[in-house]
């Protein structure tokens, strides 16, 4: 399941009845995590080293907007299990090569049972690929994304207290919008800050609360 913000969110076995508030749930390693990463161990292990953490640079960055763009009606794990698939399959998201693709390559896509078949969001890829390059001669993906994160983060102390989208993800979906991007909008948007460290909203009482070095 997730959020309609496109933050993973635990199924409901995974939490106790003390967490029915949506606030952290203690592991059996004593460790109180927000409750979407309480159970299955990709979404822990993601929460744990990955989710928060500033993430930079042109590539790594396309990748983001690329899984955020497949992830929006699925479940983040469904997307997290097929990440080293959706890698090899689109070149390690180099913006160069995705940005070649033919008809060809987008028929070998909607063959490749290791990633989500869909020929929309698969099309949008490429296109979205050509508008990185295009940037680059604007300051580049890297800086129109980190051009939007906001002065103050949020300090969620349950699930219900994080936001979906905000003023900031609705600037920043206009803006890639603007530049030739498609499957971007505010939800989508506010869920690719969050995943790269821009906002901080692991819940008070998580571990990884604070874990981005921004102001907590």
């Given at each position: 399941?997730?959020?309609?913000?496109?933050?993973?969110?635990?199924?409901?076995?995974?939490?106790?009845?003390?967490?029915?508030?949506?606030?952290?749930?203690?592991?059996?390693?004593?460790?109180?995590?927000?409750?979407?990463?309480?159970?299955?161990?990709?979404?822990?292990?993601?929460?744990?080293?990955?989710?928060?953490?500033?993430?930079?640079?042109?590539?790594?960055?396309?990748?983001?907007?690329?899984?955020?763009?497949?992830?929006?009606?699925?479940?983040?794990?469904?997307?997290?299990?097929?990440?080293?698939?959706?890698?090899?399959?689109?070149?390690?998201?180099?913006?160069?090569?995705?940005?070649?693709?033919?008809?060809?390559?987008?028929?070998?896509?909607?063959?490749?049972?290791?990633?989500?078949?869909?020929?929309?969001?698969?099309?949008?890829?490429?296109?979205?690929?050509?508008?990185?390059?295009?940037?680059?001669?604007?300051?580049?993906?890297?800086?129109?994304?980190?051009?939007?994160?906001?002065?103050?983060?949020?300090?969620?102390?349950?699930?219900?207290?994080?936001?979906?989208?905000?003023?900031?993800?609705?600037?920043?979906?206009?803006e890639l919008r603007a530049?030739?991007?498609?499957?971007?909008?505010?939800?989508?948007?506010?869920?690719?800050?969050?995943?790269?460290?821009?906002?901080?909203?692991?819940?008070?009482?998580?571990?990884?609360?604070?874990?981005?070095?921004?102001?907590?």
């Amino acid at each position: 399941m997730t959020s309609s913000a496109g933050t993973p969110v635990a199924s409901a076995a995974a939490i106790s009845h003390d967490q029915a508030d949506g606030g952290p749930v203690p592991g059996q390693d004593g460790l109180a995590r927000c409750p979407w990463a309480a159970g299955h161990p990709l979404n822990r292990q993601y929460h744990d080293t990955e989710w928060g953490l500033a993430v930079r640079g042109e590539q790594a960055l396309f990748e983001r907007v690329t899984l955020e763009a497949f992830q929006a009606g699925l479940s983040w794990l469904t997307i997290l299990a097929k990440r080293p698939a959706f890698r090899a399959a689109f070149d390690g998201f180099d913006p160069l090569k995705v940005a070649a693709y033919t008809d060809t390559d987008v028929g070998r896509l909607m063959a490749d049972a290791g990633i989500v078949r869909n020929r929309s969001k698969i099309e949008a890829t490429v296109r979205n690929a050509a508008a990185v390059l295009a940037l680059r001669t604007h300051g580049g993906l890297d800086r129109l994304i980190w051009s939007h994160k906001p002065a103050t983060t949020p300090v969620p102390r349950t699930v219900a207290e994080v936001p979906t989208s905000t003023p900031g993800s609705k600037a920043l979906a206009r803006e890639l919008r603007a530049h030739g991007f498609s499957f971007v909008g505010p939800t989508t948007g506010y869920a690719l800050m969050e995943a790269i460290g821009m906002v901080d909203t692991h819940l008070v009482g998580c571990h990884r609360r604070g874990a981005s070095g921004l102001h907590t």
